[in-house]
């Protein structure tokens, strides 16, 4: 339908006003919500998310898509919740404890919200029991660690341990990322993913809540 292309076209150029214009307009015509979230906005950032993979754009196009994204998801939030409009899996995402980075974490709930995913962002420097407690109470799928300093990616071994003693381990899946990370490190502290980048994060999670 075309009005799915110009919402996904708008988005992808950044123009926050015409998505959010685009997105009432489909509303109105009376299009099911779960349709214009999908051959939409999440259309349209896939298209971002691949151009950002492949350095055909930078953060600054990647940010401005987001804008235009928030635009449209404002105006589905209310009857998504209404309707009860599924997505496609429910992530915790922060920032390690003592580590205030947060500009990749950021990114990485950019993606996964323009991918389909519901995003839990508790911000920086949390401590383990606040990713641990809000996976339980939420019910997430996984929980996604950043982490800048080689002096605080220890904590991410911290957030692991809890969760074994909390009985969650394996069921709720591990995702970390950040500058000082490796696939090595992740092996070796028992997550059960690594991303090098925030592209790679969102594909690596739609893998594992397709195969589930």
Known sequence: MEIFNQIAESLQKGDHEKVAILTRKALDDKIAVQQILDDGLIAGMNVVGEDFKHHRIFLPSVLLAARAMYAGMDLLKPLMIKEDVRTIG???????????????????????????????????????????????????????????????????????????????????????????????????????????????????????????
Do not use: C, W
């Open 90 to 212: 429910k992530v915790v995402i922060g920032t390690i404890k003592g580590d205030l980075h947060d500009i990749g974490k950021n990114l990485v709930g950019i993606m996964l919200k323009g991918a389909g995913f519901e995003v839990i962002d508790l911000g920086n420097d949390v401590p383990p029991e606040k990713f641990v407690q809000t996976a339980k109470d939420d019910n997430a799928d996984a929980i996604g660690l950043s982490a800048l300093l080689t002096t605080t990616m220890t904590g991410m071994k911290d957030v692991i341990d809890l969760m074994k003693s909390e009985d969650i381990y394996g069921k709720v899946k591990v995702i970390i990322g950040g500058a000082p990370v490796s696939r090595e490190f992740a092996e070796q502290i028992g997550a059960d993913f690594y991303a090098f980048d925030g592209m790679n994060a969102v594909e690596t999670l739609k893998a594992y809540v397709k195969d589930r």
